[in-house]
Every structure is written in C-alpha cells, then in structure tokens.
C-alpha cells in the first residue's frame, strides 16, 4: 500500500504498484481531467505536478507516489474557485480547440513559468514540449506570455 497526496487529500493505493499513476488517479480517484494520449509519456496529456513538478503520469508508476505530493488539474484553482493565473489567461485567449491536451498544457506551463518567469517564444519553443493534435501552438505560447503577466501582477 502505498501514501500520498492528491491536491491536498491524503490517499492510499492498495493495487499493482506499478499501475501508471495516470490510471491510479482516473480509475481509483476518478479525476478525470488527466487525460490518456500516447502512453508513452511523448504528447504530455498526462501531465500532472509530483512535489511541483511536471511529471507524465502515463510513465510514472504508482509508487513512485509514496509520500508525495500531487497535483492535477483539478487541484490547480485556489481555494475559492478562483482560477490560476495560467487558467485564466487559456480563458482570455480562447486557447482549446478540442481541448484534450489543454489540461497537460496547463499542467506543464505551470510548472515552466515557475522555471521561467518571463520566458521568450525561443525559451517557450525550447521548453515547452506538449504536444496539440489541433496546432493551437500560437494561441499557446500567447497565453503563456499572458500568464507571466498575471503572475507578475500579483506577486
């Protein structure tokens, strides 16, 4: 059995510990919003945060969880509801089109701009490596230069 944290609960696995935390988390937990794309940690729709990191939970297995702490998108707003900065710039901007893999992005942006403040589109297009099957990259890489403005304004 297995300990950690998922966006601030305490929560035991007593399954395969080698189950991929992705399916530990949308079968067991039923947090949905990590999605499944390619399985083999390449596309990151499966981002999630381990210990405020960005982590491909498609390749991470469950006990590589123990007595961490997770985040998943579910996790990300505060706690009245309001929303990251990161979240609220995808809204502004009119990011998804399908909006599969906006969740990972949101995951993974997160996590770069606490790397990166005030990234670059040359910082952004070497950093940021999720993949979108609908080609919203322009929109993307817009609103992760909105969300470092809204993250600068409210430090």
């Known amino acids: 059995m297995i ?24 079968d067991e937990l039923k947090l949905t919003g990590t999605k499944y794309g390619c399985g083999i940690g390449q596309c990151g729709a499966c981002t999630v945060h381990v210990d405020g990191r960005a982590q491909r939970s498609c390749m991470l297995p469950a006990n590589a969880a123990d007595g961490r702490d997770i985040r998943t998108i579910e996790g990300l707003a505060g706690p009245e509801d309001d929303l990251h900065p990161v979240q609220q710039a995808w809204l502004e901007l009119d990011v998804p089109q399908c909006g599969y893999c906006q969740a ?18 040359a ?17 993307i890489r817009a609103a992760i230069h909105r969300a470092a403005e809204l993250m600068a304004d409210s430090a």
């Open 3 to 26: 300990e950690f944290q998922v966006n601030g609960q305490a929560v035991t696995f007593s399954g395969d510990t080698n189950t991929p935390l992705l399916w530990v988390l949308r």
């Open 123 to 139: 910082d952004i297009d070497a950093q940021h490596s999720n993949l979108c099957r609908c080609g919203t990259y322009v929109r």
């Open 104 to 121: 990972g992005q949101i995951m993974a942006t997160v996590d770069f701009l606490s790397r990166v403040p005030k990234p670059s589109d």
